[in-house]
């Protein structure tokens, strides 16, 4: 090809093409081969164990929902891969009769390319916008935090309430339905509807239980509902998944899903063993704010601001102590 900027583009390209294999046509047909053969068994091999697993609804929903994302994500890859590969191969520079680089008007505005390029885009965006919003939907929120008044509620008729508390660094685990009594342990029955009340003491934390799906911002004076339900018995890892503070990457705690008999002879068991810790905590409720004057342990009233002037850490209760020592 000449150098010449001049020469008018494409002025020998049909004889040019003639002599060339339908490249489209033979990249199209090594990734079509290639992606009916990946994509099956990408979803039947890899599929069940993609994470989180399938201990509970939720679990099984997601995993469901990644490998129907994995399953068109992989086609997309492959055409990728299978494209690049062939140009290495059949046009690299060192290999014989290869047609020069094309540049020019001839490389731009192939039309067919750029509608089918935003046409299948489209498609692809507009189908995942709305396999979300239905797997949402239908999944009753997913094990997301619906916040204090959840619109997804769960149909069963035992719900089992945990109060999980953030606090710097830590989680623990109070039930109300056990007396109120609070552990470091998140236990918890098998095939049971769980409602997760998610607060915090202090900052902002998430509760993330990885295997169960669920995952829930943990604000202090709010209470943050996530519902799952269990469907295997297993170990469960909580990590808090929201910047907390210097430890925050060390706030992490392993819960338990046991069987519905072995859930209920450790619940009595460690109300009573716990019962003259628990005539020590402050009475249950579904949120609750440190009280800064005391700081004993002791809680605001509803409606007093924490953060107000009059109420700094290690103030003597009825005289503020005003911020700056001024
Ligand atoms: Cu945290």
Not at 35 to 52: R, S
Not at 294 to 303: E, F, R, S, T, V
């Amino acid at each position: 090809m000449s150098t010449d900027n001049t020469e008018p583009a494409g002025q020998d390209a049909p004889a040019a093409q003639a002599d060339q294999p339908r490249h489209m046509w033979r990249i199209v047909a090594i990734w079509f081969i290639l992606a009916a053969i990946l994509d099956p068994l990408f979803y039947f091999l890899v599929g069940p164990h993609v994470p989180p697993g399938t201990m509970t609804d939720n679990a099984s929903d997601n995993q469901f929902d990644f490998n129907i994302l994995l399953v068109i994500a992989v086609p997309v890859l492959i055409a990728v891969w299978v494209y690049l590969g062939y140009c290495i191969v059949m046009w690299r520079s060192t290999r014989k009769g290869v047609p020069d680089p094309v540049g020019g008007p001839q490389a731009r505005s192939h039309l067919k390319v750029q509608v089918g390029w935003i046409v299948t885009t489209t498609i692809m965006v507009l189908g995942l916008f709305l396999f979300g919003t239905v797997r949402l939907i239908t999944g009753n929120g997913s094990g997301g935090g619906e916040g204090p008044n959840p619109i997804w509620t769960p149909t069963s008729a035992t719900v089992l309430p945990v109060q999980v508390i953030g606090q710097q660094w830590k989680f623990t685990y109070r039930y109300p339905t056990f007396g109120g009594m609070e552990t470091s342990q998140l236990i918890i029955p098998d095939h049971t509807t769980i409602a997760f009340h998610v607060t915090s003491l202090d900052v902002i934390h998430s509760f993330w239980a990885y295997q169960l799906s669920v995952k829930a911002d943990a604000n202090p004076q709010q209470d943050n509902v996530a519902y799952t339900e269990t469907k295997e018995t297993g170990n469960v890892t909580v990590r808090c998944s929201e910047l907390c503070g210097i430890w925050h990457g060390a706030m992490f705690n392993y819960g338990k899903v046991v069987s519905k008999s072995d859930f209920e002879t450790w619940a009595k068991k460690t109300e009573a063993l716990t019962a003259a810790n628990t005539k020590l905590l402050p009475p249950f409720a579904w949120t609750y704010v440190p009280d800064a004057n005391n700081a004993d342990g002791g809680y605001y009233p509803d409606n007093v601001d924490p953060y107000s002037n009059a109420e700094v850490y290690g103030a003597t209760p009825g005289k503020p102590t005003p911020v700056n020592g001024q």
